[in-house]
């Protein structure tokens, strides 16, 4: 009997982590999910403002009824469509923190988060917890940008750095696209025009074909002469790739096209959702 696949999706009920629930809910009728909405209880904040709810009983309340609105909702929408279970939960604690041991709980295949990003810092770039639970994560991590609602994509766009485990990367977001019938393009960013990178590209293309059986694959090798992330960013626009999916390892491309001197000009990563491929 095969596994049931497991979403968790932190909820702290603002715009953008309500746009997370819905790609949450959308992704788990395609994988006919159990879903689970978390929220972590800050007593601190919320004793600042209701000082005389010393035992934070009306703040549990309060948190149950909204989650509850929010698993009515989920169940009423996409029960139907696919979804298997959606489940709600709450800890008291730090949100990173609580958020992963969750995950680690249920033995979670994928985090959904919502962010919104302003500015040329990483940690503001994807959100601050967002990005920690980013590079924090031993899980999938699926990060929803502020104001972005789910459509069916019609192309993934996987950063490859020619790591032996873009195979296996790969054949996940095979899996992925094959519900949507959707392109995906692999892409490899150089900022050189050296006949190695063509040579490194055509090796790893020989070496991919054989593990891929899926038609909708094209295989791109990009130059420019900014920094990768600038020329990600490009290739992003200009073949209207609608999620970005990278795979975190060490050394890998992610750490490059999210280093601190990203430039400000990046704004369209915090318009498009990033999938980070943590394990394999």
Not at 151 to 163: E, F, I, Q, T
Not at 235 to 246: A, E, N, P, R
Request: aromatic share 10%; hydrophobic share 40%; with cysteine.
């Amino acid at each position: 009997m095969s596994k049931t696949f497991k979403i968790l999706c932190p909820t702290d009920f603002s715009e953008c982590s309500l746009n997370a629930i819905e790609y949450a809910a959308k992704l788990g009728e395609y994988y006919q999910a159990d879903l689970l909405l978390f929220h972590v209880l800050n007593k601190t904040d919320y004793e600042k403002l209701s000082p005389l709810d010393t035992e934070g009983y009306y703040q549990e309340e309060f948190i149950k009824e909204k989650l509850e609105n929010l698993q009515e909702a989920v169940l009423k929408e996409s029960i139907s469509k696919g979804l298997k279970s959606c489940e709600i939960a709450y800890r008291e604690g730090k949100i990173v923190k609580s958020t992963l041991n969750e995950a680690e709980s249920i033995g979670a295949d994928l985090i959904v988060v919502g962010t919104e990003g302003t500015n040329d810092l990483r940690e503001h770039i994807i959100g601050s917890k967002a990005s920690r639970i980013v590079e924090e994560s031993g899980r999938d991590v699926f990060v929803v940008p502020r104001k972005v609602y789910f459509k069916n994509p019609r192309k993934l766009v996987y950063a490859s750095d020619y790591l032996e485990e873009d195979k296996i990367a790969i054949q996940k977001i095979i899996d992925f696209a094959s519900f949507f019938e959707a392109e995906i393009d692999i892409v490899h960013v150089s900022n050189t025009h050296k006949a190695i990178d063509k040579s490194l590209h055509m090796e790893m293309v020989k070496e991919i074909k054989p593990f891929i059986k899926y038609e909708k694959v094209s295989y791109v090798l990009k130059s420019y002469r900014d920094d990768l992330a600038l020329g990600l960013e490009n290739y992003l626009q200009t073949s209207k790739g609608d999620i970005l999916v990278t795979l975190s390892k060490k050394k890998s491309f992610f750490d490059q096209i999210f280093s601190k001197n990203l430039s400000k000009k990046m704004a369209y990563f915090i318009s498009k959702p990033l999938w980070v491929i943590k394990s394999l």
